[in-house]
């Protein structure tokens, strides 16, 4: 069975600091594992993916994730937030023994401060 | 730029109406996917598609119908509109099988049902 959790709701940073956002999982197999980034009325666009090749990854809008197979983490980081990445982020999992099958996290609420 | 296409932003429906909802993708994928996205329930699987004509029911098919006579066009029909499926519909698709393609999600669609 495969899981996704995000451990925090909600994370509020000031602007220019850095942003981490924290996703665990729970996979049989080999995840495809994916954070999307949700802006207010907005649907869901793909900020970056590992998919068993390097365990850092680089995403768009200076956005990074590092997945640790120990730890069974795939956490987001930017090095320095910017008032436009406020918006609601979501950790996915995806089967590969199922394309249909897509666990989406409960979602993060990124609020940046002035 | 792939894009997923879905017709409208904002609807507002009566009850009791047929609505439909157009999703349009420019990529050639096989499968397309439809969610709802409700605060607190995160998105649910209403119905997918992996082929023309085909189709499999998700998570909360009930009040739902989907239609796919061409690849690039997946349609969700609410065949009788009732106030508790006002919510936020998104229209996805990736391709092939597998668990290393990500989904291509549409700028979503916000019903309301009066």
């Known amino acids: 069975a495969q899981s996704v959790t995000q451990l925090d709701s909600h994370v509020s940073v000031s602007e220019g600091t850095p942003v981490l956002l924290r996703c665990n999982y729970s996979?049989?197999?080999?995840?495809?594992l994916f954070w999307y980034v949700q802006h207010p009325n907005k649907g869901l666009q793909l900020l970056l993916k590992?998919?068993?090749?390097?365990?850092l990854v680089k995403g768009i809008n200076g956005f990074e994730a590092e997945f640790k197979k120990s730890e069974t983490s795939f956490h987001l980081t930017k090095p320095s937030a910017h008032m436009s990445d406020a918006a609601e982020y979501f950790c996915?999992?995806?089967?590969?023994?199922?394309?249909?099958?897509?666990?989406f996290g409960s979602g993060t609420r990124l609020s940046i401060r002035p | 730029d792939v894009k997923v296409t879905q017709s409208s932003r904002y609807l507002v429906k009566r009850t009791g109406e047929k609505v439909f909802l157009e999703c349009v993708q420019d990529?050639?994928?096989?499968?397309m996917f439809w969610y709802r996205q409700d605060p607190g329930l995160g998105l649910r699987l209403i119905y997918f598609?992996?082929?023309?004509?085909?189709?499999e029911k998700g998570d909360i098919p009930e009040g739902y119908s989907v239609s796919r006579e061409k690849k690039e066009r997946f349609s969700l029909i609410l065949e009788s509109a009732s106030t508790n499926q006002t919510s936020m519909y998104l229209c996805?698709?990736?391709?092939?099988?597998?668990?290393?393609?990500?989904?291509?999600f549409g700028s979503g669609t916000r019903l309301t049902v009066v």
């Open positions: 996979s049989s197999y080999s995840p495809s």
């Open positions: 990529m050639d994928h096989e499968n």
């Open positions: 996915v999992v995806i089967s590969y023994s199922s394309a249909s099958k897509i666990i």
């Open positions: 598609s992996y082929d023309v004509k085909m189709k």
């Open positions: 996805a698709s990736r391709p092939g099988q597998g668990g290393k393609y990500g989904y291509t």
């Open positions: 590992y998919t068993s090749a390097a365990t």
